[in-house]
């Protein structure tokens, strides 16, 4: 009797769970629009830029994806030989100063992708790209914050 009814609750909760997937995944304003098409509406770009942009966004897909396969490949042959005792510390820290070659190569790839856009751009709308990198950058990595200019008052000191 017990098991029927904790088999009955089971599938239950994931009769909702599938529900409630459904009605979170199908809500027209949870999917993600492209980045890329974010650029393009900000910067009210023409027909011609936004093929010039999706271009340049293309190259730089694929420098970068590169460069991360390069970054899993040394990431797995350091972590792959963390019982070795014949993986010298030599072998290492060559992997290590690799790896961090690759990142600085990366972020120089991110500084002339955008370097590249604003090539392309108007003055006014490099302008606009510098205002979104600017935000971009002060939110930090996958920190969403209030636009510029709506700060919001200060938390309260404690005293």
């Known amino acids: 009797m ?3 009814l ?3 609750i089971l599938f239950f909760l994931m009769i909702m769970n599938g529900v409630l997937l459904y009605l979170v995944l ?3 304003g949870n999917q993600k629009k492209p980045p890329h098409n974010f ?3 900000e910067l009210n770009l023409t027909a011609e830029q936004a093929q010039e942009f999706r271009m340049l966004e293309g190259e730089h897909r694929i420098r970068m994806k590169t460069m991360d396969g390069q970054l899993r490949e040394m990431r797995h042959m350091l972590f792959s030989n963390t019982q070795n005792e014949d993986f010298l510390e030599r072998k290492r820290d060559s992997i290590v100063e690799l790896m961090g070659w690759l990142h600085q190569e990366k972020d120089l790839e991110v500084f002339n ?3 590249r856009i604003g090539d392309i ?3 006014e ?3 606009m790209l510098e205002r979104i990198l600017r935000e971009t950058l002060r939110r930090g990595p996958g920190r ?4 510029e200019g709506h700060m919001g008052p200060p938390p309260p000191r404690e005293h």
């Open 26 to 28: 199908s809500e027209p």
């Open 39 to 41: 650029i393009i509406q």
């Open 113 to 115: 992708h955008f370097k």
């Open 2 to 4: 017990k098991n029927k």
């Open 125 to 127: 709308q490099q302008k």
């Open 121 to 123: 751009c108007t003055p």
């Open 6 to 8: 904790i088999a009955a």
């Open 144 to 147: 969403k914050g209030p636009p």
